[in-house]
C-alpha cells in the first residue's frame, strides 16, 4: 500500500478573467476541506465517510456549484444532484432533482446504504429524504445574489450550456483512498445555469461523473453532455484495467482521447495513494494531499 490519499475539486473551466480575491477565497476552502479530509484520514476514518465528510463541508459554503451555492434553473429555482461511490464492492447511491435537501451528498448516502436502490430523483428521492429525517430548508435557502445575477447574464447570452462567458461556479467532488487501499468518490452539483428544469447532468450518473472500484476513485467536473458521452470516470478505470496503464497514464490518456471536442477536467487517485488530475480547460480549482506529506492547491 501506499498511504491514504485525497483528492478535492471545485469545478472545471475557471474563467480567466475571475477577481483575484475569488480565486484566493476558492483555494482557501478547498485547503480547508483537504485538511479536514487528513484529520480523518490520520484518524483511521475510512474512505467511504471522509468523501462524504468533505463534500459536505464544500455543500454548505455556498462558493461553488452545490448544496448552498448551487447554480438556478431557467425558472429561477434549483435542483441538485450528488452520488457517492464506495470502491471494494461497488456500491453507490445517488440523488437528482433535490429542491430542499441541505446536504445532497448525505442523501446520496443513505441511498446507497438503507434503501434497495442506487438512485432516487425527483419527489420520490424528497420523500425517502423526508421519511430519513434528513434536514431540509426551503429553497430559498440555495438562491444566493452572485447566482441570480448569474442567471440574468446566462439568459441575456441565451446560454443554457458550459460556456465561458457565463462566469458560474463549479461543481464539487472528493475522491479519497484510504491506508487499507480502500477507494471512494463523491460529487455534488447544482448543474448548469439557466438548465431546464429536470434536466440531469453527468454527475450523479455512475460512471460518467463519478466512479470508485478497487482500482481507483474517481470525480469529474465540467461539460456535463461530453462527460455522459464518454462515461469519462469509468473511463479512468477501464483504461488501467484493460491496457494496464497506472493512474497518470490513465487521467491523461481519457482526457485527450474521450472527450472529443468536450471540456472537462478530473480529479483520481489509485489504491496505491498515486493522486493524479485532468483538464482540458482554461483552469481547475482543485487540491491533494499524501500521507508522505505532499499538499498542493492550484487552479491553473
Same mark, same amino acid.
Not at 485538511?35 to 476514518?45: F, H, K
Not at 457517492?84 to 461497488?90: C, F, L, N, T
Not at 446536504?103 to 434503501?115: C, G
Not at 455522459?228 to 491496457?243: D, F, G, N, P, Q
Given at each position: 500500500?501506499? #498511504?491514504?490519499?485525497?483528492?478535492?475539486?471545485? #469545478?472545471?473551466?475557471?474563467?480567466?478573467? *475571475?477577481p483575484k480575491e475569488r480565486q484566493e477565497e476558492g483555494m482557501r476552502l478547498l485547503g480547508r476541506c483537504v485538511?479536514?479530509?487528513?484529520?480523518?484520514?490520520?484518524?483511521? &476514518?475510512p474512505a467511504i465517510d471522509v468523501v462524504e465528510l468533505v463534500v459536505r463541508e464544500l455543500e454548505t459554503d455556498p462558493l461553488f456549484n452545490s448544496g448552498r451555492g448551487s447554480v438556478l434553473t431557467e425558472n429561477g429555482t434549483v435542483e441538485m444532484e450528488a452520488? &457517492?461511490?464506495? #470502491?471494494?464492492?461497488?456500491?453507490? $447511491?445517488a440523488v437528482s432533482g433535490l /429542491? /430542499?435537501?441541505?446536504?445532497?451528498?448525505?442523501? +446520496?448516502?443513505?441511498?446507497?446504504?438503507?434503501?434497495p436502490h442506487s438512485y432516487l430523483a425527483f419527489s420520490g428521492a424528497e420523500e425517502f429524504a423526508e421519511k430519513q429525517g434528513v434536514e431540509l430548508v426551503d429553497n430559498e435557502y440555495f438562491i444566493t445574489?452572485?447566482?441570480v445575477a448569474m442567471l440574468k447574464l446566462a439568459k441575456e447570452a441565451n446560454s443554457i450550456v458550459f460556456d465561458y462567458r457565463i462566469p458560474a461556479p463549479g461543481t464539487v467532488g472528493c475522491a479519497v483512498v484510504d491506508k487499507e487501499g480502500r477507494c471512494a468518490a463523491a460529487t455534488s452539483t447544482g448543474g448548469l445555469m439557466n438548465k431546464m428544469r429536470g434536466r440531469i447532468g453527468d454527475s450523479p450518473l455512475i460512471g460518467c461523473g463519478t466512479y470508485a472500484c478497487e482500482l481507483c476513485g474517481v470525480?469529474? /467536473?465540467?461539460? #456535463?453532455? +461530453? &462527460?455522459?458521452?464518454? /462515461?469519462?470516470?469509468?473511463?479512468?478505470?477501464?483504461?488501467?484495467?484493460?491496457?494496464? *496503464?497506472n493512474l497518470h497514464e490513465a487521467v491523461d490518456f481519457v482526457i485527450r482521447?474521450? *472527450?472529443?471536442? $468536450?471540456?472537462?477536467?478530473?480529479? +483520481?487517485?489509485?489504491k496505491k495513494g498515486e493522486v493524479a488530475c485532468g483538464f482540458n480547460t482554461t483552469g481547475m480549482f482543485r487540491g491533494c494531499a499524501t500521507e508522505d506529506g505532499f499538499m498542493e492547491v492550484g487552479i491553473w
Open positions: 500500500m501506499g #498511504g491514504w490519499a485525497i483528492a478535492v475539486h471545485g #469545478g472545471a473551466g475557471v474563467d480567466p478573467n *475571475l485538511d479536514v479530509g487528513i484529520s480523518a484520514l490520520r484518524s483511521n &476514518i452520488i &457517492i461511490m464506495d #470502491g471494494p464492492k461497488r456500491r453507490c $447511491g /429542491t /430542499t435537501v441541505k446536504n445532497p451528498i448525505s442523501l +446520496a448516502r443513505l441511498v446507497m446504504d438503507k434503501s445574489e452572485n447566482n470525480s469529474c /467536473t465540467g461539460e #456535463g453532455e +461530453a &462527460i455522459i458521452r464518454s /462515461t469519462l470516470a469509468r473511463e479512468v478505470a477501464a483504461v488501467m484495467e484493460y491496457k494496464g *496503464l482521447n474521450r *472527450l472529443d471536442e $468536450g471540456k472537462a477536467g478530473l480529479i +483520481a487517485l489509485s
